[in-house]
């Protein structure tokens, strides 16, 4: 039986965090035929999907973890079905990743490592010039996780192709 692996009878909830533009969503849509190959039935969610679906307009701390909080029973409800789900979410509250690792049966946290100075620069999130006071990384400290199971660095040499071909192959050493 491999560390990530707790129960058979369940999905595996991939948890890939980051700062915003670091690359977490499309990895995550990139990994789903590969890890639906291997572990079964499989879904991506992005951060930004739920708050476009439900109407999620706040960006301060408290509604950010309010919403993580929302976010990971959702995981649950979802992983306890036997679906896997490739979760993309800035989610860098140490709470919410406590949750995790203590409520969901198979879970594997992955930390798409980013230079917030390198996300300004590519221009790819416009949050980060659109001059609010609510961004994580700028004006909310981040809580970066401390003992992922596995970190990606995105230093933005690399093609998020490249990325998440590493990253499987992260993936199958610990699940």
């Known amino acids: 039986m491999s560390k990530i ?9 991939f948890w890939v965090t980051g700062l915003s533009g670091s690359g977490k969503t499309t990895i995550a849509k990139q990994l789903r035929l590969s890890i639906s190959k291997y572990y079964g039935p499989t879904i991506v969610i992005s951060g930004d999907d739920l708050r476009k679906n439900f109407d999620l307009k706040k960006y301060d701390r408290e509604s950010r973890l309010s919403y993580g909080k929302k976010y990971t029973k959702l995981c649950k409800l979802i992983t306890n079905q036997k679906i896997n789900i490739i979760f993309a979410v800035v989610g860098l509250f140490d709470e919410l990743r406590s949750w995790n690792k203590k409520n969901i049966h198979n879970y594997c946290e992955i930390f798409i490592k980013s230079p917030i100075k390198k996300i300004i620069k590519t221009k790819k999130k416009k949050v980060y010039f659109s001059g ?6 700028l004006n909310i400290k981040p809580e970066f996780p401390k003992k992922p199971n596995i970190v990606i660095k995105n ?3 690399k093609s998020t192709n490249q990325l998440s ?3 499987i192959k992260k993936i199958q050493n610990i699940v």
């Open 5 to 13: 692996i707790k129960n058979k009878h369940k999905g595996i909830l």
């Open 132 to 137: 609010s006071k609510e961004i994580v990384g």
């Open 155 to 157: 230093n933005f040499k």
């Open 165 to 167: 071909k590493i990253l």
